[in-house]
């Protein structure tokens, strides 16, 4: 296999050119109900190629093998089309590597039987609790083997493992339907969606409860955000800002993301880092080849530094960080985040909710979308804070905010770091990539928060 | 090849199964794409995948394969599930004519990555001359596809299918102030696709934007255009007439099959007939024959969308409806939405507005309670109606509202039908009483 890359790779006259290969097996499972909704298994195996002349790229991806050296060459000529100036790619040392997923119990060798047993439990709690109609369970597990060479002389091979599980109770009441869930994953390990039985339980009865939960009344609160949530917010609200794509032609937006610039109180640190062991975001190389790092986005509240790939970094004058990534061989790398997260601080819960008079607690995900600066995210559980004390239950609420105001309202971070490992990133029509995120509590100031 | 394949896989299935199908997907595409009003990268791509269906032992088992040709691994893959599969109610359509439904046009081939590059320039360009200063992704397409199904009980079918589509995305950043627009057209037929039109309609983006207005925490009358509509208030409206929503009793239209839900002067129906709508087809990915489907006439609820196994459940028929996400698994869901048109014209509707919104693009309207008909979500482009005149864009505003409340009664409906997207066609609708928002009221 090497040697026919290499062969292939030769004499096109072109700037750079890699070549990515993989082969893919994935499981799915889909409960809807008591009943099996679909049960499937898949193979995939292609590969692309990506080539640069004059700073523009011609990207081909294929499934059959056939005919290597005729692929590279039409990659080659769509790079000529357009010639942008000349471009060099932030350099980084050519590697020969092979990294092994390591594994206690990897979900892709576990019986579907067994699969099937677990979910089925799950199921059965969520059912027979009451007023819950329905329910949803999503499960997918796979595996990857990518193959990464270029024509600076890299040759490296990567598995890669990844595991989700979303659990969904809906309850009903008349006309009402209202629905809870709980999202989670890992890096293929199986142990993570063992024993969710009583966190099943737990979703069927907040489901229930949100039946007869009132909703907020629309407008700017004080809220506390749970780890999970603050995760979310610093995955959409500023890590997609911190990707260097959206910024490195964009000289408006260099100037509102100056390195250096005051983001936040000195309280806070936002960090992304694929070497963090067995997250879902974790990975040894990027989809170019490059070694990764943490990277410290935002420290004691100043702007440090941002996402890149080899040529963002390149045109920015800045490091190649390790996050040009592709979720899988039909599409060309582009810069993703990895394990994205605040700090933790100090403050407790109790002393961030001590001196609210009227507020809302928010938790849990339900999902969350950007467009740079404004933010949207919803809550999948939410209460009011009344007196400093969690009050009742709400509706599902939706919260929104301009980033660089919300970022600055932060006026509390909490000491019990989580990470979130459910759902998986969206961008450039490429989802889901595997991700995690983080944080521990965290308060904000004047937030927006949608409801009728 | 794909076919030789596909047969195979059948004879091979067949000896351990009572029923089988092969479902197949070759795919070629050329996406241009332009990044800060340059040309940055021309792709591509070309996937072929094959899918298994069994019922083996009166269960269902499924099994995909994208790339490798190795008939023996996916017999074996579809053979594992069916273990576990749940039982299936009905037989592969034994249908091997189909009506003629126009969605290939060869001209799609023709078209010269060179000239593509055209198209995309000639699209900043304008955008460029209204504002100079705004930076525009935009992405020209053109792709084909040949779909081929084949199953045991004699059904069999195939279709060529072309595709054309340009898209832009304007960013327009001032300080911290950034300003989104935007728009795209698709169809099967490039010479449907109108450069001057996309452009005439981003340019009046940013026409109405140049302004910015304030809004406070009330309840307002909002015009969704035919792109807010699409953003708003179709994802609630395409889960509840799915007919998996309706089987498990999760859907709030399960029985309101013959009855009054919407305005009276409201009518929605799903559309694989088109001529060169990109979602149109002769069959759906099950070989049932795709067709003109009323979900509800004047605003009375009249069908569901089902494929063949959730028909079985719901003791019914199939509507044509069974779609594969990526080759995938089959499930019920659009071809072509249309909802009708009205009599009242968009000016008439914004001159009887003393205050209320237009909204074009809602973020993050996917993330509240979609099955009870909830849609919310920050107005990511919006303007501000004050005394009969859009007088700016809004922002830092949310709105709230639930599917059932805002099109049992609607203020008005638009003359001006487009298509959004290629799956939507629409006029702008005019709604009472949605709750908004806003930071700092």
């Known amino acids: ?452 | 090849m794909e076919h030789r394949l596909a047969a195979e896989v059948l004879r091979s299935a067949r000896k351990g199964a009572e029923q089988a199908e092969v479902f197949s997907v070759s795919s070629r595409a050329m996406p241009i794409q332009f990044e800060a009003n340059e040309l940055k990268q021309v792709q591509s791509k070309e996937s072929s995948s094959t899918a298994l269906r069994i019922f083996r032992e009166g269960r269902l088992g499924f099994a995909t394969a994208s790339g490798g040709g190795d008939v023996d691994a996916l017999v074996d893959m579809a053979v594992e599930t069916s273990q576990f599969g749940s039982t299936a109610g009905f037989q592969f359509p034994s249908s091997r004519n189909y009506s003629e439904v126009r969605i290939f046009d060869s001209k799609v081939e023709e078209i010269a990555m060179e000239r593509m590059v055209e198209i995309g320039k000639e699209l900043i360009a304008r955008i460029r001359g209204h504002t100079p200063d705004i930076l525009c992704d935009a992405q020209v397409t053109r792709g084909t596809s040949t779909i081929s199904l084949i199953n045991s009980q004699g059904g069999e079918g195939r279709y060529d299918k072309s595709f054309f589509s340009l898209s832009l995305e304007g960013i327009l950043v001032r300080d911290t102030d950034m300003l989104f627009v935007g728009d795209s057209e698709s169809s099967c037929r490039p010479d449907f696709i109108e450069i001057d039109g996309l452009a005439d309609r981003v340019i009046w983006q940013l026409e109405m934007a140049k302004k910015k207005a304030a809004v406070s925490t009330k309840l307002l009358p909002v015009i969704f255009t035919p792109v807010g509509v699409a953003s708003a208030l179709l994802s609630p409206l395409v889960l509840a007439f799915n007919g998996k929503s309706v089987l498990e009793g999760a859907s709030p239209l399960k029985d309101k099959l013959g009855k009054q839900v919407f305005d009276k002067k409201l009518s929605l129906w799903d559309d694989a007939t088109i001529a060169y709508g990109v979602g149109s087809y002769p069959f759906d990915d099950e070989g049932v024959s795709g067709q003109r489907l009323p979900l509800f006439t004047n605003g009375v609820v009249t069908n569901f969308l089902y494929d063949l196994q959730t028909a079985a459940l719901a003791d019914t028929q199939s509507t044509g409806n069974g779609q594969r996400a990526g080759g995938g698994f089959p499930r019920p869901d659009i071809s072509s939405l249309i909802l009708s048109g009205g009599d009242v014209s968009f000016q008439a509707m914004v001159q009887d507005m003393k205050e209320g919104l237009i909204v074009e693009q809602l973020m993050g309207a996917d993330q509240g309670n979609l099955l009870g008909g909830d849609f919310g979500g920050n107005v990511l482009l919006g303007y501000k109606v004050e005394n009969g005149e859009i007088v700016g864009r809004v922002k830092d505003t949310m709105i709230a509202g639930n599917v059932y409340q805002v099109l049992k009664e609607l203020l008005g409906i638009g003359q001006e039908m487009r298509w959004v997207g290629g799956v939507l066609q629409t006029p702008p609708l005019y709604c009472s009483n949605i709750s908004v928002a806003a930071k700092g009221s």
């Open chain 1, 1 to 452: 296999m090497r040697d026919l890359i290499a062969d292939a790779l030769k004499g096109h006259g072109a700037d750079y050119i890699e070549i990515h290969f993989e082969e893919g097996q994935a499981t799915s499972i889909v409960y809807r109900g008591e009943r099996m909704d679909e049960i499937s298994r898949a193979r995939s195996s292609g590969g692309n190629i990506r080539a640069l002349v004059q700073g523009s790229w011609g990207f081909v991806s294929f499934n059959r093998m056939d005919g290597l050296r005729e692929k590279v060459n039409l990659a080659v000529e769509e790079a000529r089309l357009a010639s942008r100036g000349p471009l060099k790619l932030f350099p980084t040392k050519p590697v020969v590597d092979t990294v092994v997923s390591q594994l206690k119990q990897d979900a892709t060798t576990i019986p579907l039987a067994t699969k099937k047993k677990l979910l089925d439990s799950y199921n059965g709690i969520m059912l027979s609790s009451p007023k819950i109609q329905s329910t949803r369970i999503n499960y997918r597990d796979g595996r990857k083997q990518r193959t990464f060479a270029n024509s600076e002389g890299s040759y490296i091979e990567q598995a890669k493992t990844d595991l989700n599980l979303r659990l969904t109770a809906i309850a009903r009441e008349d006309n009402e339907v209202q629905q809870a869930g709980l999202s989670l994953g890992s890096n293929g390990e199986f142990s993570a969606v063992e024993g969710l039985h009583e966190q099943a339980r737990e979703v069927a009865r907040r489901a229930a409860a949100l039946l007869s939960a009132p909703q907020v009344k629309g407008g700017e609160y004080t809220v506390i955000l749970d780890p999970v949530l603050a995760g979310v917010f610093a995955h959409e609200a500023f890590g997609h800002l911190s990707e260097s794509d959206f910024v490195y032609q964009n000289e408006n937006l260099q100037q509102v993301m100056v390195l250096g610039k005051r983001f936040g109180g000195k309280h806070l640190n936002i960090i992304d880092d694929p070497t963090i062991p067995n997250l879902r975001g974790s990975y040894k190389y990027d989809d170019e080849g490059t070694p990764t790092r943490e990277n410290y986005l935002i420290r004691e509240g100043i702007l440090e530094g941002r996402l890149h790939s080899r040529e963002t970094a390149a045109k920015m004058g800045e490091r190649a960080t390790g996050n040009a990534r592709a979720i899988n061989y039909l599409f060309p790398p582009i810069v993703r985040m990895s394990n994205t997260f605040i700090a933790p601080r100090s403050d407790s819960f109790e002393e961030m909710l001590g001196d609210i008079e009227e507020g809302v607690y928010v938790k849990d995900w339900y999902g969350g979308t950007t467009s740079l600066e404004m933010f949207t995210f919803s809550a999948g559980e939410a209460y009011m804070i009344r007196g400093g004390k969690l009050a009742e239950l709400l509706r599902p609420v939706v919260l929104t905010g301009n980033v660089f105001t919300t970022l600055q309202n932060i006026d509390a971070i909490g000491n019990d770091l989580g990470m979130n490992q459910g759902g998986g990133c969206g961008k450039g029509g490429q989802s889901p990539l595997p991700v995690s995120n983080g944080s521990p509590h965290i308060r904000i100031r004047h937030c927006v928060v949608g409801g009728r």
